[in-house]
């Protein structure tokens, strides 16, 4: 089966005409979508809510985003002084995402938004610029296959659509199920390498509470239909550490399965991970502050991805106190200090609703 190509298929005439097998209904802040044409949402097909936990000022990119819709809500979250770039590799929805472009950019008045083609398993290849070359460089023989080679090594090495390390949140809206399983490394690999450290994976995909069986792997509308693709939801955590992710924590779950195909519950989950910063648990800055750091409990021990052990009740000391003051997990924690003028900063992640529930839209 070519994986690539049923779903480019089944997208393309979802680009024109709504499909409702592949929209999972989602609560969305309603504000967010008065700029948004009808159209867009009308053909959106998502599971979840990402844009949710974007913070204004920051750099977004959008893996797979279709019509445009979670692009256009990140961008009014992340203000004028923010940026957000949406990738996709579907032609009909790119062109309702750039179609659409101006029509939002003129309700709420500044433009910062880029929709880019290209594979989100590869973001260093910008497939625009690949197509202007070769129509300039039509390759019909050995000679011109190679000297493509050699472009596309050009691209990669002095100018990817993607940078290494410039991206603040990397968000994804039910797509990551749709990439060929032969490619998932890749994919989880990229998203690692554009974050920079600190950055944080926010991704809505669909799971399952059991492996897909190969059968139902070979069948193009059950993979274009974000089911045979669906990682099951230990597989799909442990794909994010193996990529080097830490702090990884379902946001989001939802409770009654999606769908159910052959006996197996299909149901949208949202991740958050985040790439980890070294230097700024070699900063120095935590113990440097006078403040102390105990774990809260419930549990006796916990540990973090890194290997790092907390016991309850226990003063965080040295990379442990440095650990512990990262943003991502630092409300585990209750901090003191013996200075009285001393007023610590709290950190919590913004919460979600459970997605996939109630009439809203899609």
């Not at 592949?22 to 844009?51: F, H, M, N, T």
């Not at 390498?193 to 994976?201: H, I, K, N």
């Not at 089911?227 to 379902?250: P, R």
Request: charged share 30%.
């Amino acid at each position: 089966m070519n994986v690539e190509a049923a779903v480019r298929e089944r997208y393309a005439q979802a680009a024109h005409e709504r499909e409702a097998e592949l929209c999972c209904p989602v609560d969305y802040d309603a504000k967010y979508l008065k700029v948004i044409p009808q159209e867009v949402i009308d053909r959106d097909y998502g599971c979840g809510d990402p844009s949710k936990y974007v913070r204004p000022g920051e750099t977004v990119l959008d893996l797979g985003s279709g019509g445009g819709k979670i692009c256009f809500i990140a961008s009014q979250v992340v203000g004028e002084h923010g940026h957000v770039i949406g990738v996709d590799m579907n032609d009909d929805m790119l062109t309702l995402a750039r179609d659409s472009q101006p029509k939002v950019a003129e309700a709420i008045g500044y433009d910062n938004i880029t929709f880019r083609k290209g594979k989100i398993q590869d973001l260093a290849i910008d497939r625009d610029e690949v197509q202007d070359y070769l129509k300039q460089h039509p390759v019909t023989d050995d000679a011109g296959l190679r000297a493509l080679e050699a472009y596309l090594a050009e691209q990669r090495r002095e100018s990817p659509m993607i940078d290494d390390e410039t991206i603040d949140v990397v968000v994804s809206n039910c797509v990551l199920n749709l990439v060929d399983a032969d490619e998932k490394e890749l994919l989880f690999d990229e998203i690692f390498r554009v974050l920079r450290p600190g950055g944080r994976a926010v991704i809505s995909d669909i799971v399952c509470d059991e492996e897909v069986p190969e059968a139902m792997q070979a069948d193009p509308e059950l993979w274009s239909g974000c089911i045979s693709g669906a990682y099951k939801l230990s597989a799909f955590l442990e794909a994010f550490e193996n990529a080097g992710f830490e702090d990884i924590q379902i946001a989001v779950l939802q409770t009654e399965p999606w769908r159910v195909v052959e006996g197996i519950a299909f149901r949208s989950m949202t991740v958050i991970a985040t790439r980890p910063d070294e230097d700024a648990l070699q900063s120095g800055d935590v113990s440097a502050s006078g403040y102390q750091r105990v774990y809260r409990g419930p549990f006796k021990y916990v540990c973090d991805d890194a290997g790092r052990m907390y016991t309850r009740g226990e003063v965080c000391t040295d990379e442990l106190a440095e650990a512990a003051s990262r943003e991502t997990i630092a409300d585990q924690f209750a901090v003191y200090t013996s200075d009285s003028n001393a007023k610590p900063k709290s950190f919590s992640l913004p919460t979600a609703t459970d997605c996939c529930s109630g009439d809203s839209c899609c």
